[in-house]
């Protein structure tokens, strides 16, 4: 099954990363505003994207400061049955060079000694498709949204992530 991952080093503690990914008002900023969540086991998440569409996520797993995982029950057809999980990693630059030496180009434009290591994966697709591939490239946008919201206050959620 295609999978999509990307390795994110946000400059910032993992309390305010944890915070963008399971609060209301942390994913409205960085995904889609609107956005209806809250950070309990089995809720399940309202992600609105223009009239008469959304994604709905249950919340399946809910590790303080460390995971967070989404099954997609609503949505594009290919996304349902799919599986996003955030897993995050609080490190200073030493640890992570050490522990994850393909890191080194994101550890060095890094301003903070500590930050923290976001892995992504939105798995269990069906099939390599135009869909999965421009998802692939849409998740790389709001995953810099994300980084940007940590950093600065301020993200770039849909419908501005392909905006320069």
Request: hydrophobic share 35%.
């Amino acid at each position: 099954m295609p999978n999509i991952h990307y390795a994110l080093l946000i400059g910032v503690p993992v309390e305010k990363v944890y915070s963008a990914i399971t609060t209301q008002e942390g994913l409205s900023a960085w995904w889609t505003p609107d956005t209806n969540a809250k950070a309990a086991l089995n809720s399940f998440a309202h992600f609105p994207f223009g009239a008469g569409y959304f994604k709905e996520m249950k919340i399946t797993a809910l590790k303080p400061l460390e995971l967070v995982n989404w099954n997609c029950t609503k949505g594009a057809g290919e996304w349902i049955g799919t599986n996003i999980s955030f897993k995050l990693l609080p490190a200073d630059k030493e640890t992570l060079l050490n522990s994850y030496p393909e890191m080194q180009g994101q550890v060095e434009q890094q301003k903070n000694d500590k930050g923290t290591l976001l892995i992504f994966h939105h798995d269990d697709w069906k099939e390599y498709t135009l869909m999965f591939a421009e998802c692939s490239y849409t998740w790389g946008q709001f995953l810099k949204s994300l980084k940007l919201f940590c950093e600065t206050g301020k993200g770039r959620p849909w419908p501005d992530q392909h905006r320069t």
